[in-house]
Protein backbone atom coordinates (compact mmCIF):
# COMPACT_ATOMS: atom_id res chain seq x y z
CA UNK A 1 0.00 0.00 0.00
CA UNK A 2 0.61 3.99 0.38
CA UNK A 3 3.32 5.22 2.45
CA UNK A 4 4.20 8.87 3.14
CA UNK A 5 7.06 10.44 4.68
CA UNK A 6 6.87 13.72 6.06
CA UNK A 7 10.07 15.70 6.89
CA UNK A 8 10.61 17.79 9.28
CA UNK A 9 8.57 16.77 12.25
CA UNK A 10 9.34 20.04 13.63
CA UNK A 11 10.19 23.51 12.20
CA UNK A 12 10.62 26.88 13.41
CA UNK A 13 10.87 29.90 11.43
CA UNK A 14 10.83 33.55 12.25
CA UNK A 15 7.53 35.79 11.44
CA UNK A 16 7.70 36.19 7.42
CA UNK A 17 10.18 34.22 6.74
CA UNK A 18 9.48 30.85 4.20
CA UNK A 19 9.24 27.72 5.38
CA UNK A 20 8.74 24.24 3.26
CA UNK A 21 7.55 21.01 4.06
CA UNK A 22 8.67 17.95 2.31
CA UNK A 23 6.53 14.90 1.29
CA UNK A 24 7.83 11.65 -0.50
CA UNK A 25 5.27 9.00 -0.96
CA UNK A 26 5.82 5.27 -2.71
CA UNK A 27 2.86 4.47 -4.42
CA UNK A 28 2.83 5.72 -8.26
CA UNK A 29 -0.59 5.47 -9.21
CA UNK A 30 -1.50 8.24 -6.58
CA UNK A 31 -2.70 11.01 -8.29
CA UNK A 32 -4.11 13.62 -5.75
CA UNK A 33 -2.00 15.10 -3.22
CA UNK A 34 -3.76 17.24 -0.64
CA UNK A 35 -2.20 19.58 2.68
CA UNK A 36 -3.76 20.00 5.78
CA UNK A 37 -3.65 22.16 8.41
CA UNK A 38 -4.64 20.97 12.24
CA UNK A 39 -4.92 23.02 15.23
CA UNK A 40 -5.17 21.42 18.42
CA UNK A 41 -8.35 19.77 19.24
CA UNK A 42 -9.54 20.48 15.89
CA UNK A 43 -10.14 17.85 12.51
CA UNK A 44 -7.80 18.46 9.34
CA UNK A 45 -8.57 21.77 7.23
CA UNK A 46 -7.88 21.20 3.22
CA UNK A 47 -5.41 23.82 3.37
CA UNK A 48 -4.70 23.20 -1.05
CA UNK A 49 -4.04 20.07 -3.22
CA UNK A 50 -2.63 19.17 -6.34
CA UNK A 51 -3.41 16.45 -8.70
CA UNK A 52 -1.08 14.32 -10.85
CA UNK A 53 -1.67 16.05 -14.01
CA UNK A 54 0.22 19.37 -12.44
CA UNK A 55 3.53 20.33 -11.47
CA UNK A 56 2.87 23.60 -9.13
CA UNK A 57 0.00 25.26 -7.90
CA UNK A 58 -0.47 28.51 -5.46
CA UNK A 59 -3.16 29.93 -3.51
CA UNK A 60 -1.83 33.61 -2.03
CA UNK A 61 1.28 32.28 0.57
CA UNK A 62 0.89 28.98 -0.14
CA UNK A 63 2.38 26.85 -3.09
CA UNK A 64 2.42 23.35 -3.71
CA UNK A 65 5.06 21.84 -6.36
CA UNK A 66 4.87 18.33 -7.29
CA UNK A 67 7.71 15.89 -9.03
CA UNK A 68 6.19 12.60 -9.96
CA UNK A 69 8.79 11.45 -11.44
CA UNK A 70 10.70 11.33 -8.11
CA UNK A 71 7.50 10.96 -5.86
CA UNK A 72 7.83 13.95 -4.16
CA UNK A 73 5.55 16.92 -2.98
CA UNK A 74 6.28 20.09 -0.88
CA UNK A 75 4.46 22.68 0.66
CA UNK A 76 5.72 26.55 0.28
CA UNK A 77 4.26 28.99 2.51
CA UNK A 78 5.60 32.58 2.44
CA UNK A 79 5.66 35.42 4.80
CA UNK A 80 4.46 33.17 7.41
CA UNK A 81 2.12 34.75 10.14
CA UNK A 82 1.97 33.63 13.84
CA UNK A 83 -1.31 32.51 13.12
CA UNK A 84 0.31 30.16 10.28
CA UNK A 85 1.49 27.90 13.65
CA UNK A 86 -0.15 24.74 13.55
CA UNK A 87 0.33 21.08 12.62
CA UNK A 88 0.48 20.55 8.51
CA UNK A 89 -0.04 16.95 7.35
CA UNK A 90 0.84 16.01 3.37
CA UNK A 91 -1.41 12.66 2.08
CA UNK A 92 -1.50 10.96 -0.88
CA UNK A 93 -4.49 9.10 -2.67
CA UNK A 94 -4.73 5.96 -4.71
CA UNK A 95 -7.63 3.93 -3.19
CA UNK A 96 -7.73 5.85 0.22
CA UNK A 97 -5.89 8.93 1.96
CA UNK A 98 -3.15 8.56 3.43
CA UNK A 99 -1.09 10.72 5.75
CA UNK A 100 1.90 11.37 6.84
CA UNK A 101 3.47 12.13 10.31
CA UNK A 102 2.91 16.12 10.36
CA UNK A 103 5.07 18.77 10.95
CA UNK A 104 4.42 21.19 13.79
CA UNK A 105 5.34 24.94 12.65
CA UNK A 106 6.03 27.25 14.80
CA UNK A 107 6.21 30.63 14.04
CA UNK A 108 7.05 33.38 16.26
CA UNK A 109 6.95 37.04 16.21
CA UNK B 1 -15.57 24.56 0.65
CA UNK B 2 -17.82 21.46 1.70
CA UNK B 3 -18.82 20.83 5.46
CA UNK B 4 -18.78 17.79 7.42
CA UNK B 5 -20.30 17.73 11.18
CA UNK B 6 -19.20 15.20 13.39
CA UNK B 7 -21.07 14.99 16.75
CA UNK B 8 -20.90 14.24 19.19
CA UNK B 9 -17.50 16.67 19.36
CA UNK B 10 -16.50 15.37 23.23
CA UNK B 11 -17.90 11.93 24.69
CA UNK B 12 -16.77 10.82 27.94
CA UNK B 13 -18.10 6.83 28.81
CA UNK B 14 -17.42 4.28 30.92
CA UNK B 15 -15.55 0.86 30.31
CA UNK B 16 -17.80 -1.13 28.67
CA UNK B 17 -20.45 1.07 26.97
CA UNK B 18 -21.04 1.60 23.85
CA UNK B 19 -20.34 4.71 22.01
CA UNK B 20 -21.66 6.05 18.66
CA UNK B 21 -20.15 9.14 16.62
CA UNK B 22 -22.30 10.52 13.81
CA UNK B 23 -20.53 11.77 10.37
CA UNK B 24 -22.68 14.20 8.26
CA UNK B 25 -22.30 15.77 5.34
CA UNK B 26 -24.34 19.13 4.84
CA UNK B 27 -24.21 20.55 2.03
CA UNK B 28 -23.32 17.47 -0.62
CA UNK B 29 -23.55 13.89 -0.81
CA UNK B 30 -20.88 11.50 -0.21
CA UNK B 31 -21.23 8.16 -1.26
CA UNK B 32 -18.12 6.83 0.97
CA UNK B 33 -16.41 8.66 3.93
CA UNK B 34 -13.54 7.19 5.98
CA UNK B 35 -13.02 7.13 9.74
CA UNK B 36 -9.64 7.92 10.93
CA UNK B 37 -8.31 7.65 14.42
CA UNK B 38 -5.50 10.08 16.07
CA UNK B 39 -4.05 9.77 19.29
CA UNK B 40 -2.30 12.79 20.80
CA UNK B 41 0.73 13.96 18.49
CA UNK B 42 0.75 11.54 16.01
CA UNK B 43 -0.68 11.25 12.34
CA UNK B 44 -4.20 10.30 11.30
CA UNK B 45 -4.56 6.26 11.12
CA UNK B 46 -7.11 5.35 8.35
CA UNK B 47 -9.56 3.21 10.22
CA UNK B 48 -12.37 2.29 7.49
CA UNK B 49 -13.84 3.12 4.12
CA UNK B 50 -17.25 3.38 4.21
CA UNK B 51 -19.54 2.89 1.33
CA UNK B 52 -23.01 4.19 1.28
CA UNK B 53 -25.32 1.05 1.46
CA UNK B 54 -22.46 -1.20 1.79
CA UNK B 55 -20.29 -2.95 4.15
CA UNK B 56 -17.09 -1.01 5.37
CA UNK B 57 -13.55 -2.20 4.55
CA UNK B 58 -11.62 -2.25 7.43
CA UNK B 59 -7.78 -1.47 7.43
CA UNK B 60 -5.28 -4.05 8.96
CA UNK B 61 -5.33 -4.56 12.62
CA UNK B 62 -8.71 -2.70 13.00
CA UNK B 63 -11.77 -4.84 14.75
CA UNK B 64 -14.80 -4.59 12.80
CA UNK B 65 -17.14 -6.17 15.37
CA UNK B 66 -15.37 -3.46 18.02
CA UNK B 67 -15.94 -0.25 15.41
CA UNK B 68 -19.01 -0.77 13.77
CA UNK B 69 -20.01 1.72 11.16
CA UNK B 70 -23.12 1.93 9.33
CA UNK B 71 -23.43 4.52 6.22
CA UNK B 72 -27.02 4.33 6.01
CA UNK B 73 -27.54 7.19 3.49
CA UNK B 74 -25.44 9.63 1.36
CA UNK B 75 -25.51 12.13 3.85
CA UNK B 76 -24.68 9.89 7.12
CA UNK B 77 -22.23 7.42 8.23
CA UNK B 78 -21.75 6.28 11.81
CA UNK B 79 -19.16 4.88 13.82
CA UNK B 80 -20.14 2.93 17.41
CA UNK B 81 -16.91 1.63 19.33
CA UNK B 82 -18.58 -1.51 21.26
CA UNK B 83 -17.64 -2.39 24.84
CA UNK B 84 -15.19 0.88 24.84
CA UNK B 85 -11.96 0.26 27.30
CA UNK B 86 -9.59 3.32 28.06
CA UNK B 87 -7.44 2.14 25.37
CA UNK B 88 -9.69 3.57 22.86
CA UNK B 89 -9.78 7.04 24.10
CA UNK B 90 -8.86 8.74 21.19
CA UNK B 91 -9.91 11.59 18.90
CA UNK B 92 -11.92 10.12 16.13
CA UNK B 93 -11.93 12.41 13.06
CA UNK B 94 -14.53 11.12 9.67
CA UNK B 95 -13.81 12.40 6.17
CA UNK B 96 -15.99 12.60 3.33
CA UNK B 97 -15.97 12.58 -0.93
CA UNK B 98 -17.89 14.47 -2.68
CA UNK B 99 -19.23 12.52 -5.57
CA UNK B 100 -20.51 12.62 -8.55
CA UNK B 101 -20.77 16.39 -9.96
CA UNK B 102 -21.00 18.23 -7.24
CA UNK B 103 -18.65 21.28 -7.16
CA UNK B 104 -15.43 19.64 -5.42
CA UNK B 105 -16.21 16.19 -6.92
CA UNK B 106 -12.70 14.09 -5.31
CA UNK B 107 -11.91 16.64 -2.90
CA UNK B 108 -12.12 14.99 0.37
CA UNK B 109 -13.38 16.80 3.87
CA UNK B 110 -12.93 16.59 7.16
CA UNK B 111 -14.86 16.81 10.29
CA UNK B 112 -14.05 18.24 13.51
CA UNK B 113 -13.33 15.25 15.18
CA UNK B 114 -14.82 13.59 17.94
CA UNK B 115 -12.61 13.14 21.33
CA UNK B 116 -13.51 10.09 23.04
CA UNK B 117 -12.72 9.46 26.84
CA UNK B 118 -13.47 6.04 28.67
CA UNK B 119 -12.69 5.77 32.15
Known amino acids: GENVEQHPSTLSVQEGDSAVIKCTYSDSASNYFPWYKQELGKGPQLIID?????GEKKDQRIAVTLNKTAKHFSLHITETQPEDSAVYFC????????FGKGTTLSVSS | GAVVSQHPSWVICKSGTSVKIECRSL??????MFWYRQFPKQSLMLMAT?????????EQGVEKDKFLINHASLTLSTLTVTSAHPEDSSFYIC???????????????FGEGSRLTVL
Open chain 2, 50 to 58: SNEGSKATY
Open chain 1, 91 to 98: AARGTALI
Open chain 2, 27 to 32: DFQATT
Open chain 2, 95 to 109: SARVSGLQTYTGELF
Open chain 1, 50 to 54: IRSNV
